[in-house]
């Protein structure tokens, strides 16, 4: 049994407002399980979240080529890996709004998910060289998760087009070109 397909009927009992109630031993019985068998992948339900998640980064930073890179400037290619995410979620979205609903005042849940985003946007940063220092290098890591986080947030309570999410983003990204020089320091490897 792949992580994928368990994890897949997790988000499934979110959609339908079960996130609460469902435990690992319902889900093995459900899907013929050997007892603890969830347990061995995943200590509990928010470590589950965190490799959706860190599976949905990879995808991410995989969906967009070298040769992408190579030919787009750095912020298109930006504005580009902060779409991606979101559409590559886009199919779980009403699952993804009851967990975040339900885990609203968790300190741990929101830690975990922006560890994650600061992960997935230090690596794809990773594929440029980055011609200044290492606090200019923080500062703009910090407002590219902040935009995502902006973004994410207008995508999680939208219809499925994206398209105020998407334009948040553009209008983001054009900000960040026009008042810093943070896209500048970007080169190309």
């Known amino acids: 049994m792949s992580e994928n397909k368990i994890i897949n009927y997790f988000f499934k009992q979110a959609e339908i407002g079960n996130w609460e109630k469902i435990k690992f031993s319902d889900v093995e019985k ?7 068998s969830i347990n061995k992948l995943f200590s509990d339900k928010i470590n589950l979240l965190e490799y959706y998640s860190s599976n949905v980064d990879k995808l991410v930073i995989n969906s ?35 967990i975040i ?20 946007t230090q690596i794809f940063l990773d594929q440029f060289s980055y011609t200044n ?30 398209s105020g999410a998407f334009a948040l983003i553009d ?3 054009k900000r960040i070109n026009k008042s810093t020089n943070f896209f500048e320091d970007l080169i190309k490897k």
Do not use: C, H, V
Request: net charge positive; aromatic share 12%; glycine share 2%.
């Open 101 to 120: 609903n339900f885990y609203i005042n968790n300190p741990k849940f929101y830690l975990i998910s922006l560890k994650s985003s600061k992960l997935s």
């Open 171 to 173: 209008k983001g990204i």
């Open 30 to 36: 459900k899907l013929n399980l050997k007892k603890n």
């Open 64 to 98: 967009i080529s070298a040769e992408e890179i190579t030919d787009n400037s750095p912020s298109d290619i930006i504005q580009e890996f902060l779409m991606n995410k979101l559409d590559f979620m886009n199919e779980k979205k009403l699952a993804i709004s009851n």
């Open 133 to 162: 220092n290492i606090l200019r290098r923080k500062l703009f890591e910090k407002a590219i998760l902040a935009l995502y986080l902006l973004s994410f947030k207008k995508w999680l309570y939208e219809d499925n087009t994206n």
